[in-house]
């Protein structure tokens, strides 16, 4: 399985342009991250992936079928979504949140019956939160919430995972819970997009990087090869610095102290 | 999960539903036991059999009429028109992902106000009232959703307040028909409409709304998992490969279908649009699956026990406008308080 993106621009109106021919590929196993500064089209370029947004112009290739003529559904059985915030206007409960993630499994007029209820709460286990099913989800925590929105997309049976911001409103601890699933995942054959305000994360996931520099230049490769301080400096517009930590056994990125004792 | 819940309560709702029926068909300026009424409608459908002596039904013939073709579709109808404004509200909350919206603040109401009207004053037929009285009613939830679209600034409030900008506009229009026409006939037929009653409803108007209110509900129900679906929001529902402007443009023509029959009748009845769905959501839950049935069962409960207050409390027909609203906005306001996060 894998999607190939093909010299894809997106433009709002055909005026502000966010990208402009973009091209890379994601292949089932892998993780990608996607970093950049604020505003500079990451949630977008994942959006256009998701066809949730279309290009303005370039092709995208999922298994060799041109995405844009395909359905939203059977593009919903391939990619599954997890969206920064869930915003919920009714508060339902989490079970009935993650058996949705079947919809594009059930017909249009059919609802789901106990075995779909099953398969959800199958999906909650896997992330260890089967205990908050009968919770409405105004009562869980914003960690939960991440989790039960992961849960969801396993529902879905996907190939693909994508996800905007996956450790937003997270504390320390939950991120790295939520890391740790997509490395996971990973293994166990999804292919994951993701976007990153945090650096050090695309080292703890490893895998590939798409980067947005502060121009909106492009680049893409595997992170060990494509990171470096030139190019966090270019993201950022500040010194970040990797290095080997021998206490974690891993790199790191890590900026400077504020005081300048530092003369490396 | 809570089904066994659920299906208690819906068949709790419906025996409750049926006894009042009967209660309300018995009661009146003639009155008359449920238990004689029930007799005599045992006798209508055949079931029993006439023992020959003298009079069949057990109630002399003028009780007799009053109850098949005086109470009877008036029950009918009064139970369809709760029915029906209260599920079309739970389906606009529900697709416009607001708590707060109903088909009066949405302005279809006014909207299918406006279009019945207008086929009062032109003449037109009942059927022909409800068709144009849809049209009103979906040009009308066309404009209260373009404006937060225009002004680029989509939150529960905005959509509540275009609503009020929309219905208000609409009404002045309204105003002005009245003023426009002929006093003697149509004008009284407007007003008379226009209040809310079901007093000169009859077998006629039985027919011309259920098949509406089948089609509608049938549909809505078939469709109830997505609304679900939909009021995630568009980013969401797409990404679950639900084709939005389609299943969504199919619940909004139901819902308005729904308001602008039940208006064409009863004129607008505020607050059960709004009341009613979440009454039925604190009772079973958000899941719509479980709402969409709910919600109708309680708002043909709920009007039928208020068109019975409104033809029996006193000498005199009160319009049901004035009992909805004084059962409807002190419930509002306990709801209000109950689920406070609906306003943030």
């Known amino acids: 399985m894998q999607i190939k993106i093909e010299k894809i621009s997106f433009s709002y109106n055909g005026f502000r342009e966010i990208f402009h021919n973009i091209s890379f590929e994601i292949a089932s196993g892998e993780i990608i991250s996607i970093l950049g500064p604020n505003g500079i089209g990451k949630t977008t370029l994942l959006n256009c992936l998701a066809k949730l947004e279309p290009p303005t112009s370039g092709k995208i290739w999922l298994n060799g079928e041109n995405m844009t003529a395909m359905g939203h559904r059977d593009v919903a059985k391939i990619i599954g979504y997890v969206p920064q915030s869930i915003v919920p206007s009714f508060d339902y409960n989490v079970l009935d949140y993650v058996v949705t993630g079947l919809a594009p499994w059930l017909g249009t007029f059919e609802k789901p019956k106990e075995e779909h209820y099953e398969e959800a709460s199958k999906a909650l286990q896997k992330v260890g939160i089967e205990y908050l099913k009968g919770k409405p989800y105004s009562r869980i925590s914003a960690g939960e919430l991440q989790l039960v929105s992961i849960a969801r997309v396993i529902a879905q049976r996907t190939r693909f995972i994508f996800m905007d911001e996956p450790t937003a409103h997270l504390d320390f601890g939950n991120q790295l819970k939520v890391l740790n699933i997509i490395r996971e995942m990973a293994e166990e054959g999804y292919g994951v997009v993701l976007t990153t305000h945090n650096p050090d994360q695309v080292l703890l996931l490893e895998g590939k990087v798409a980067v947005f520099d502060r121009k909106g230049q492009f680049y893409f490769g595997n992170w060990n090869e494509i990171l470096s301080d030139e190019l966090l400096k270019a993201i950022y517009g500040v010194n970040l610095k990797i290095c080997e930590v021998e206490k974690v056994c891993r790199k790191a990125c890590i900026a400077p102290g504020f005081n300048n004792k530092c003369t490396n | ?344």
């Open chain 2, 1 to 344: 999960m809570d089904n066994s819940r659920f299906r208690r309560q819906l068949i709790l709702l419906l025996a409750l539903l049926i006894i009042v029926m009967f209660v309300s068909l018995s009661m009146g300026r003639y009155s008359n036991s449920p238990l004689k009424v029930l007799n005599a409608l045992w006798y209508r459908t055949g079931l029993k059999q006439s023992t020959g002596a003298g009079m069949d039904s057990g109630l002399d013939p003028v009780m007799d009429s009053i109850v098949f073709y005086v109470r009877l579709p008036r029950i009918i109808v009064s139970m369809l028109v709760g029915a029906m404004l209260s599920l079309s509200g739970a389906v606009y909350q529900g697709v416009f992902k607001n708590p707060l919206i109903s088909p009066d603040l949405l302005g279809v109401s006014s909207g299918a106000s406006v279009g019945a009207a207008l086929a009062i004053i032109m003449g037109a037929s009942l059927a022909q009232r409800q068709i144009i009285a849809f049209l009103g009613g979906l040009l009308a939830v066309y404009l209260s959703t373009s404006i937060p679209r225009i002004f680029k600034h989509r939150s529960n409030m905005m959509l509540v307040l275009s609503g009020i900008i929309v219905s208000g506009f609409l009404s002045s229009i309204l105003a002005i028909m009245k003023f426009v026409a002929e006093e003697q006939t149509e004008l009284s037929s407007i007003v008379f409409w226009q209040m809310g009653s079901m007093a000169k409803v009859l077998g006629k108007e039985v027919i011309a709304i259920i098949p509406v209110f089948v089609i509608c509900t049938t549909i809505l129900w078939l469709l109830s998992w997505r609304i679900n679906i939909l009021s995630f929001g568009d980013l969401e529902a797409k990404s679950l490969g639900v084709n939005i402007n389609q299943i969504r443009g199919i619940i909004i023509i139901c819902a308005s279908l729904l308001t602008a029959s039940s208006v064409s009748i009863s004129g607008t009845v505020g607050w059960v649009g709004l009341v009613i769905p979440h009454l039925s959501r604190l009772a079973i839950g958000m899941d719509n699956t479980k709402v969409v049935p709910m919600t109708v069962a309680m708002g043909a409960l709920f009007m039928l026990v208020i068109d019975t207050l409104a033809r029996t409390v006193s000498t005199v027909e009160i319009p049901l406008s004035i009992l909805t609203g004084f059962v409807g906005a002190p419930l509002f306001a306990y709801l209000l308080y109950k689920q406070k996060t609906m306003v943030q």
